[in-house]
């Protein structure tokens, strides 16, 4: 490899209107060394990558930012503690581009949110969760002095016998759930065959009602929903108008009789009189022949006008 292709590959190529007089090669450029990275340096501003501490709740859409999420973000000095420090990150969320501010706790050796989002809290009761309290790092180190050991031993003592039915009960169950692998995995198998079955029944009964898909089961909710519904049909139409026209009638037979009579001769009369139109219309284009049917029909219907 040439020099000059090394003093490029380790980007340390300087042209040739350089000289040394000139400065470094950033001054020569006149940029920073850190690009734009440094287009706030003026400020007091610098922008690195910052990951996200904990998990918090953002303050402008209210949705999560986990923790280890990273941003591009503005770091710069807003105070100290003693001798240490202070610095202010400030980024902007990815899902709606709102403001968040952190700053460093040196006291505390934390990170504490000064505006735009909100500290997810995950704490527990060890009591509520049925757990154990571990001991601290300062009494972790005073176990090992045997006066601190004796001095607490009545206390260690009293505690075991509180928890000892409860890791007693818990010792059982957990045997009496394990103690059987060969039941275990019998009622698994039933449990996937009585599954399987239903879903093959299921299908079935969908399949008889000409339906592509599965049918859950009938709720007593979906039931109760459906007797709710009521449908307008032609049915329920012209059973209204039945009644409606039986209670109009007269209650004696007689006459209901005779109207019905009436009525039904007049519907015939109708009838005749269509087939009587048709037959001599048919005569008039000379399509076909009278028949004996057609004239007798014909017959009738002049005797009867005249």
Known sequence: MSSLAAARADNFYYPPEWSPNQGSLNKFHGQHALRERARKIDQGILIIRFEMPYNIWCGGCNSMIAKGVRFNA????VGNYYSTKIWSFTMKSACCRHEIVIQTDPKNCEYVIISGAQRK????????????ALPAD???????????????QEGDLKKKKEAEPVLVRLQRVSDSRHSDDYALNKAL?????????????????SRKKGIGIRLLPPSEEDASSAAHVKFSSKFDKNRKDKRALIKATSIFSGS?????SNKRH???ESK???????????LLAGQFKPSSWSQSA?????NRRT
Request: hydrophobic share 30%; net charge negative.
């Open 74 to 77: 503005e770091k710069k000095q």
């Open 121 to 132: 809290t995950e704490e527990y009761d060890i009591e509520d969760a049925e757990t154990f």
């Open 138 to 152: 300062e009494e972790k180190g005073k176990l090992a002095d045997p006066f601190y050991r004796l001095e607490h």
């Open 189 to 205: 198998r039933a449990q996937l065959r009585n599954q399987k079955k239903r879903v093959a029944e299921e299908e079935a009964a």
């Open 256 to 260: 209901s009789g005779s109207s019905m």
């Open 266 to 268: 007049l519907e015939l």
């Open 272 to 282: 005749r009189r269509k087939i009587s139109a048709a037959a001599a219309s048919s």
């Open 298 to 302: 014909v017959t009738s219907h002049r």
